[in-house]
């Protein structure tokens, strides 16, 4: 993991555990993963684990999920009030689990240690077909933020796509649109639901060769690529031929990196001024 994305540019935090802070002891509950993260200026990529000798339904769910493929298991989706969107959730008639206030301890940038908390609203395991999808509120973005851990040598600055390969894109786009609070509107490339900041695509699977270069992945639906902001793609496609890594498209707007070279889903590069939106596509 930190050795394929370090080769990608992506320097990864320590790895910390995720407990729930009981609200009437206080005492933190180990939830049974971990993570490191590949942060960047706006969002990040997280890395789970499970945490060897405990038994909950998160590190089963998750020991379960990596069994079945190597990719992205979990898209995250981040809300100024975690606990109202909960009722709405609800109230659509979305299945979910207990809200959870989770805690993490690590290091902060003046070397002490310091306690990043975030309230997580999780969809019942398996009602979403789409993968696990929750959404949470950040209470100390300035503990996760820190920029020692951002990339710099790959110019890649932030998160702008998920792409999902999925059997029938209407009725995915449809389901995520909602969790969401969206719209789901069909493109020329696919339905797509446009989110605040960045979007989300989906695909069916025997399209992905001729969008995105690459073959989808046998376990559908699956998310196969995410989408990256770059501030200077010169200098992303540079440090990615340095390192040797594959490129499965390198086109002047857009750059590809094979599913093998991160971990089971593409990473697709866009320059800053081509983010794609609705009204902004790449073939």
């Known amino acids: 993991m930190a050795r394929s994305f370090g080769r990608l540019g992506f320097p990864l935090t320590p790895s910390s555990i995720h407990g729930d802070r009981d609200p009437e002891t206080g005492a933190i509950i180990p939830q049974g993963s971990a993570n490191r993260l590949a942060v960047l ?15 909950t339904p998160v590190g089963n769910h998750l020991r379960r999920e990596m069994d079945r493929y190597v990719g992205v298991h979990l898209i995250a989706f981040s809300v100024s009030d975690a606990v109202g969107e909960a009722d709405r959730l609800a109230g659509d008639g979305f299945r ?70 999925v059997a029938d894109p209407v009725a995915s786009a449809g389901r995520l649109a909602k969790f969401t609070g969206r719209s789901a509107i069909e493109t020329e490339t696919g339905m797509s639901v446009q989110l605040d900041r960045g979007k989300l695509t989906f695909f069916e699977p025997k399209d992905v ?47 590809i990196v094979e599913p093998d070279e991160a971990l089971g889903s593409a990473l697709i590069v866009y320059p800053a001024h081509e983010v794609p939106t609705l009204g902004n596509e790449s073939p």
């Not at 706006?42 to 060897?52: A, T």
């Not at 969809?123 to 851990?149: D, K, M």
């Not at 073959?215 to 200098?235: F, R």
């Open 96 to 165: 979910l689990q207990p809200t959870v206030n989770l805690r993490r301890t690590i290091e902060g940038a003046d070397g002490a240690d310091v306690e990043v908390a975030f309230t997580v609203v999780r969809a019942e395991f398996g009602s979403i077909p789409e993968g696990r999808i929750q959404t949470l509120t950040h209470h100390s973005p300035e503990h996760v933020w820190q920029r020692r851990y951002m990339a710099r040598e790959n110019g890649i600055v932030g998160l702008a796509e998920v792409v999902f390969s």
């Open 209 to 255: 060769p001729r969008k995105l270069g690459i073959q989808a992945m046998p376990e559908a639906p699956a998310t196969v690529a995410i989408g990256l902001i770059s501030h200077d793609l010169g200098k992303t496609r540079e440090f990615m031929r340095a390192q040797g890594v594959h490129l499965a498209v390198d086109e002047p707007n857009r750059l």
């Open 41 to 55: 200026e706006r969002g990040y990529l997280e890395f789970l684990s499970d945490v060897e000798g405990t038994e």
